[in-house]
């Protein structure tokens, strides 16, 4: 069963972005698939190394869009990427280290730290770079 | 004679590409877009990529059953 499932509420009005998220999601859902699996420890070291590197790639795509479009809250945004990116790198070296299981706690986790993403701040840009990028 | 290192060619944003990478539809990795069509295309590719590498990863999980 999927862990979180795509809804239009998440949409940020651009579609690239949107693919972006539907990406990051269905890491997480990999994630959850692999725990239904008693998956090996490799495959799930490799899902953990994909949702980082994959949340990297997805805030340097969006910062390089607010820096050239100069949105106001860049700052705010960035340091809130920075503060993501750190959670998720902490509850990777957590499990490596055997401090923590993935279970359903940090499927829950997983998931309400991107519904945060999306929802609580990339929601916030939305209305912003999509007039920007309309006018180029 | 040893051959000279190649230069190291940083890779934008996308970290699913290698510096060592030759692949030319991954050329358009190897700068900071600085037009929206050039971040169009980056990410795209990008896109594919991390796609491609997610679709590996769940045949890894779930091997399709052959009869």
Redesign the interface.
Known sequence: MAALEWSDEFSVGID?ID??HK?LI??IN?LA??VE?N?SRD?MK??FR?LR??T??HF??EE??FD?FGYPDSVKHKLQHKNLLGQVIDLEQRWLAGDAEIGSEVLTFLVEWLRNHILGSDKAYSAFLITA?KN? | MTEAPKPSRPV?????VGPDDEDPRNSILFW??KT?QE??A???R??EI??S??DD??R???PIKRL
Request: net charge negative; with cysteine; charged share 20%.
């Open positions: 690239l693919k972006q990406l269905r890491a990999l698939m692999a699996h998956s495959i490799e899902i994909t590197d994959y990297d790639t340097a795509y390089l869009l050239r990028l180029g | 934008f944003a996308c970290r699913f900071e877009p929206i971040w169009v980056s990410l795209n990008c896109n991390v796609e590498h997610l990863l769940e890894s999980i779930a």
